[in-house]
């Protein structure tokens, strides 16, 4: 059984760029969520989608966003990159409201 | 707003001894709780939950946790260390019933000396 991948491993990006990033859920997996995790710090929630719809969202601006494909694939999209966006991203999937989470190894975001 | 407190940034034991890593959190209900741990340039692997029923809970690695209403804290122990679990360990709480709108807190890094 395939885990749950992101792509790509690392990024760097110009502020006031726009960025997209990857996730591929684990096999089975309709839930999705995506945090951000700042260099020492503990990943804080972005937001969730279950079955595409979007479900639920922390306390990020709407230049980030996201989609969820039919194939329970994920991006996750950033636009007029700001410097604090430079953090690992980390996608995890779940194969249902409710059940715990599996994490990917994150994608690494720096934005100069 | 939910909070997670780990008031150990960062704890060094030796090869072979116990450890007992700390969380707080700040809720009304009983929420989910976890304990995840990273390694470097890694992602987050579950470690065990706590969801309901017995307060405490067995996980993987030889790790044990155990959920105290009273005290707000659900303290992650394990009975002897190894070198490999150097590593980021990390307290996180799910208060929406949906396990995986998590709040974490800040982490406690592991060193083990030998």
């Known amino acids: 059984e395939t885990g749950v991948t992101q792509s790509p491993t690392h990024l760097i990006k110009t502020r006031g760029q726009q960025v997209t990033l990857r996730c591929s859920s684990q096999s089975g997996h309709n839930t999705v969520s995506w945090y951000q995790q700042a260099l020492g710090q503990g990943p804080q929630f972005i937001f969730q989608?279950?079955?595409?719809?979007?479900?639920g969202r922390g306390n990020f601006p709407p230049r980030f966003s996201g989609l969820q494909f039919p194939n329970y694939s994920s991006e996750l999209n950033v636009n007029a990159l700001e410097l604090d966006d430079s953090a690992l991203y980390l996608c995890?999937?779940?194969?249902?409201?409710?059940?715990?989470?599996?994490f990917g190894p994150g994608t690494r975001l720096t934005v100069t | 707003a939910q909070s997670v407190t780990q008031p150990d940034i960062h704890i060094t034991v030796s090869e072979g001894a116990s450890l007992e890593l700390r969380c707080n959190y700040s809720y009304g209900a009983t929420p989910y709780l976890f304990w995840y741990v990273q390694s470097p340039g890694q992602g987050l692997q579950l470690l065990l939950k706590y969801f309901s029923g017995d307060t405490l809970v067995q996980g993987i690695k030889g790790f044990e946790a155990e959920f105290k209403r009273s005290q707000s804290s659900f303290n992650l122990r394990k009975p002897s260390v190894h070198w490999s679990d150097a590593a980021e360990y990390f307290c996180a709480v799910d208060d929406t019933g949906t396990a995986s709108k998590l709040t974490f807190g800040t982490g406690t890094r592991l060193q083990v000396t030998l």
């Open positions: 989608y279950y079955r595409e719809e979007e479900n």
């Open positions: 995890a999937s779940s194969p249902s409201l409710g059940s715990e989470q599996y």
